[in-house]
């Protein structure tokens, strides 16, 4: 995405089942778009008109944001949800707090995906939490 939101893929094409695969264009996951990479207006405008972006869940505790951060970087139009989980923990879902953070954020991917909600969801980089959360969620 344009000016270094890195690592954006969209979950679509997994193979689930027998002969089956994820639809695509449903759920992305990435990198933070402002903190240490900035979205710019070109970025915000393909996530937001031409993949159609309706909530982001920034999977980042305050320390790895603005404290000034109270919506999206993709506007007010964009649902901005933020369960701050704990970086590079191993922890069962619905277990201790991380546990319980990473539970509701899948369980928020569900709820979007039954309410036609395209979903964008992140972490600092792109690489760690949003990674427990792919494999969870598909």
């Avoid at 915000?44 to 972006?53: A, E, K, S, T």
């Avoid at 982001?56 to 933020?82: A, C, K, M």
């Avoid at 277990?95 to 509701?104: E, F």
């Amino acid at each position: 995405i344009a000016n270094r939101v890195d690592n954006v893929r969209d979950l679509g094409g997994w193979k689930v089942g027998w002969n089956k695969r994820t639809r695509y264009g449903l759920v992305y996951r990435g990198s933070d778009m402002n903190w240490g990479h900035t979205i710019n207006a070109d970025g915000i405008n393909v996530m937001v008109n031409d993949l159609h972006i309706g909530c982001d869940i920034d999977l980042r505790s305050p320390s790895e944001y603005s404290p000034f951060l109270t919506e999206s970087p993709l506007g007010q139009d964009v649902e901005w949800v933020n369960y701050p989980v704990t970086a590079y923990t191993v922890t069962n879902v619905g277990s201790g707090t991380s546990g319980t953070l990473y539970a509701n954020a899948i369980k928020k991917i569900v709820s979007n995906l039954s309410n036609g909600v395209i979903t964008y969801f992140h972490c600092k980089a792109g690489a760690d939490r949003r990674r427990f959360d792919c494999g969870r969620s598909v």
